[in-house]
């Protein structure tokens, strides 16, 4: 079993950034894809950012250009630097497998809130 702690979030003005981390409880992202979610009030989940085993990543358009996913392996932790923060980019942020409940990841971990607002 592997838990998943994230952390980080926090209100934020329209134009500032945050920078959020995913730890995980053993080393899975030396071959994991692993992914940043979020979900707002009313809408489904939905992927913004994945990783590969080899630090390949895809971003959702939404947060292209804007957002940063990297990992730390030997950390066990995986981070998304936002910048250029939204109001639309208010929700619950997780991290998770991609696709998610994958590499011994049975549940979503309680996600950290951010909140863009002036």
């Known amino acids: 079993q592997v838990q998943l702690v994230e952390s980080g979030g926090g209100l934020v003005q329209p134009g500032g950034s945050l920078r959020l981390s995913c730890a995980a409880s053993?080393?899975?992202?030396?071959?994991?894809?692993m992914g940043w979610y979020r979900q707002a009030p009313g809408k489904q989940r939905e992927l913004v950012a994945r990783i590969t085993s080899s630090g390949t990543t895809i971003y959702a358009d939404s947060v292209k250009g804007r957002f940063t996913i990297s990992k730390n392996n030997a950390k066990n932790t995986v981070y998304l630097q936002m910048n250029s923060l939204k109001p639309e980019d208010t929700a619950v942020y997780y991290c998770n497998s991609d696709p998610p409940m994958r590499y011994g990841i049975d549940s979503w971990g309680q996600g950290t809130q951010v909140t863009v607002s002036s």
């Open positions: 053993r080393n899975i992202f030396s071959f994991v894809v």
